[in-house]
């Protein structure tokens, strides 16, 4: 769970007002099809969808003004319709069993309520670049929010967002998704080269970072109600992979790892630094378990949103020299393992086919859920092998912080 | 066209380790239509009149003017029989040898059958069995009705038949057509005619003086011509792994569904229900699940209606496992509503039997506690055909004392209304 540092707002009516920047034109990411940018719902196997558009309003009092029309779409509205819709044809499998999942959303075997789209999805951009966001077990939605950019060539230049919705704050979960699709967006568009010398190009993709950071914070805000005094907040992390050339970013508590293989020469890294009380007093010289496991130990020191002072990330980069894992996450699962080399240590013993960022992505969000699945657990891959560096020329420099 | 809908009222959070869901479905119907004219297929009636000796001239002549006051209830166009019975069945109307055994309602018909009605005679014993057999064959000579319904009237005891017989003879009709059961006067036995009417999802009443039967059966032909649902069957989903405990109609009566599961594919039952008319009816569902995790959910149950073989309303029972006391010790107020309803109608037939039998002590307990619970589900009406059987000393604890003096009509009374239920004020 991620709070703000500040006091928590009282709460309030819900209110959203969806409208994403995404893109592409969508697809459902369940079964393919294409969808419009307001559809709650895909229209040929039922997901549920997070629209990345406005949908029309209906004129409230039978005029055509639609468009001026407050939205006012909620969480339950949608729930409701979820149950409501018995007509779609669905046939996915079932997480727990196989079986097939009904129109009602359960399985037809075992009955075990399959997620929403919203609560676990999947993102696979390029064979070495993977991302699982999970609901995890004891939330009832999921704030948190990856989103993942790639290359196809292994190796050659991916994007790695993870946004964590602040729990407090109203429609966090539809804000974090915006801010982590903007923020990718932002990041895979841009491919700042500098004037040509290493320490250069590292700054630029490093103001890229910056620039990222701040498309984030305005999808945050173009996300939250005018009227709301509990506005929606989330964190950022995100990393630039280019060849062996890592450059990140972060705002809040969720983090960027460098995880090389446990038979490679170089240290697992914890490349990010939380913006959180728990990091302040490991600053001041309190042990990260007991800070970690302190009073507000989760509360944030920065964060996106309307009422963010400052969401400028604090930005790095760093020269990879072994084969392993780049991994952006969210609390929920360094929660379970926050040294840089006990996460070495797991994803060892979680013996991953290192071809297969995906697998290792979802054993690492299922060994969370065992571990209690207390938050909503992100977790954004890419794989790193000495030598391949895909069709982008990369050269070498070493800068660790800017 | 009849639209049907389903609610469900549980309370869906369960503690860690816990495994049982409870859950009351109410299935509601607008729009039936009228029986046998809204598309469903045709809809037939038959009239069973008990003509034993025993009627006496009072109870037959009565019981000729409520068959022809149901007769004139039947819509044109339905097909109709008249059946009298004594120690063996007779087809009274129409004068059918071999063929189609019913004829369809039309003015002259109509007649024709209220003159055939005219000349019955009270004569012979009552094997009740055996008429229920006729009206069975009736039915299967005309195999386009959907729709297939009686009312039986009866006033003796089933003297001629055994009780094996009977029950023979109930195992062979059911699932042929419904039967609403009427016993007039005091000397029926209401265990009898309850397994009839329960058997073909019926109802079973006493109609205490023989004037008042022409106005009870013109109501339950009327009734029945306004089912235009011919058949639905209520069907109970339940995860692989998991028990289905027991299924119960708890409004407007209680019946006991458990056991009459057929199976439909290998986690769903198929329970039959007849026919619908403008109506709610609630349903008890109980599931035993495997525990799972605090915070995991899983679906318990599928409630479902099906008219043919289309699903017309779906309820979803949910278990949520949970470690908030607060949500997972609520307990859900039509869940206990009806579980005290249910235990009612028990504690009557229970204590009535008892007394019965002599058996004081145990009718005085079980009367007692059916006091107690009618209080508290507020049952008024069981409470007021309570008091004609005890006298009440404390409504809180069960206290009763069994008269000394009872009016056998109020005792049987009593007893058929046992499983009549009331809905939770809301």
């Keep these: 769970m991620t709070i703000p540092a500040s006091g928590p707002a009282a709460p309030q009516p819900p209110t959203t007002a969806p409208g994403a920047s995404d893109g592409a034109g969508p697809s459902c990411p369940n079964c393919g099809a294409e969808v419009g940018p307001g559809d709650s719902f895909c229209e040929a196997c039922g997901t549920e969808l997070s629209p990345t558009a406005t949908p029309p309003a209906a004129p409230s009092d039978g005029s055509a003004g639609g468009l001026e029309s407050p939205i006012t779409v909620s969480r339950s509205l949608r729930a409701m319709a979820v149950e409501a819709q018995q007509t779609a044809p669905v046939g996915r499998p079932c997480l727990n069993c196989g079986g097939l999942v009904g129109a009602d959303g359960y399985c037809e075997t075992c009955g075990t309520k399959a997620p929403s789209e919203r609560d676990h999805y999947t993102e696979t951009p390029a064979q070495w670049v993977a991302a699982v966001c999970d609901r995890g077990i004891r939330h009832h939605r999921n704030e948190d929010a990856t989103a993942v950019a790639a290359h196809s060539d292994p190796g050659s230049r991916a994007v790695l967002v993870v946004c964590d919705g602040v729990s407090t704050s109203l429609d966090s979960d539809v804000a974090s998704l915006a801010a982590a699709r903007a923020a990718r967006d932002s990041l895979f568009l841009a491919q700042p080269a500098g004037l040509g010398t290493p320490t250069s190009r590292a700054g630029a993709i490093a103001r890229s970072v910056e620039a990222a950071a701040a498309a984030a914070n305005a999808a945050v805000v173009a996300n939250t109600a005018a009227d709301s005094d509990n506005a929606a907040s989330c964190t950022f992390a995100a990393a630039v992979i280019e060849g062996d050339l890592v450059v990140f970013g972060n705002v809040g508590d969720s983090r960027v790892y460098w995880v090389p293989d446990l038979d490679q020469p170089e240290a697992a890294a914890e490349l990010s630094l939380d913006d959180s009380v728990a990091q302040a007093r490991i600053a001041a010289g309190v042990p990260r378990e007991e800070a970690e496991n302190g009073p507000q130990a989760h509360a944030i020191m920065k964060w996106l949103g309307r009422d963010s002072p400052d969401f400028v990330p604090r930005t790095g980069a760093v020269t990879l020299a072994s084969s392993g894992w780049l991994l952006v996450c969210s609390d929920g699962l360094w929660n379970y393992v926050s040294e840089a080399t006990a996460l070495q240590r797991l994803i060892g013993q979680l013996d991953a086919d290192r071809s297969a960022p995906l697998h290792l992505a979802q054993a690492l969000v299922q060994w969370a859920n065992q571990q209690g699945g207390k938050d909503n657990i992100s977790v954004a891959l890419a794989r790193h092998e000495v030598g391949v560096h895909g069709a982008r020329p990369v050269d070498h420099h070493d800068t660790r912080r800017s | ?426």
């Design chain 2, 1 to 426: 066209m009849a639209e049907f809908s389903a609610e469900v009222y549980q309370n869906e959070f369960l503690p860690d380790g816990g495994t049982d869901v409870n859950a009351i479905v109410t299935m509601s119907c607008t729009g039936a239509g009228e029986a046998g004219r809204s598309g469903g297929g045709e809809a037939g009636e038959i009239i069973i009149v008990d003509t034993s000796g025993s009627m006496g001239r009072t109870k037959l002549e009565a019981a000729k003017i409520a068959a022809a006051a149901a007769v004139d209830q039947i819509l044109d166009g339905t097909w109709f029989a008249v059946v009298a019975g004594s120690h063996q069945a007779y087809l009274a109307f129409p004068a059918a040898r071999a063929g189609a055994g019913m004829v369809k309602m039309d003015p002259s018909t109509r007649f024709a059958a209220q003159q055939a009605i005219a000349r019955f005679q009270a004569d012979g014993g009552t094997a009740m069995g055996t008429w229920l057999v006729l009206a069975a064959r009736l039915f299967d000579s005309m195999p386009m009705l959907t729709q297939r319904h009686a009312i039986l009237l009866t006033d003796g005891e089933n003297h001629n038949e055994t009780p094996e017989g009977l029950d023979r003879a109930i195992a062979h009709v059911t699932g042929k057509f419904q039967c609403d059961c009427r016993g007039v006067g005091v000397d029926w036995q209401v265990a009898e005619v309850r397994r009839i009417a329960q058997a073909l999802l019926g109802t079973v009443d006493i109609i205490p003086q023989p004037e008042q039967m022409a106005q009870v059966f013109a109501e339950l032909m009327q009734q029945a011509m306004g089912r235009g649902v011919a058949d639905a069957q209520l069907r109970v989903w339940s995860p692989q792994g998991a028990q289905v405990m027991f299924v119960r109609q708890v409004s407007p009566t209680v019946e006991d569904l458990t056991n009459r599961r057929s199976e439909v594919n290998p986690l769903t039952g198929g329970y039959p229900t007849g026919s619908w008319g403008d109506e709610s009816r609630d349903y008890h569902v109980g599931v035993r699940l495997g525990a799972k995790a605090i915070g995991q959910e899983q679906l318990a149950a599928r409630v479902q209606l099906v008219v043919g073989d289309a699903v017309v309303a779906q309820g979803l029972v949910k278990a949520k496992w949970s470690n908030d006391d607060t949500l997972t010790t609520r307990i859900n107020p039509e869940v206990a509503h009806y579980t005290g309803q249910t235990e009612l109608a028990e504690a009557i037939q229970e204590g009535l039997a008892a007394k019965a039998v002599g058996d004081d002590a145990t009718a005085t307990t079980k009367l007692g506690r059916a006091v107690q619970l009618a209080a508290a589900t507020g049952n008024e009406e069981a409470t007021t055909r309570l008091r004609k059987v005890v006298d009440i000393q404390d409504v809180e604890n069960g206290t009763v004392r069994l008269k000394r003096a009872v009016d056998r009509a109020d005792e049987m009374a009593l007893d058929t209304a046992s499983t009549k239920t009331t809905r939770i004020k809301g």
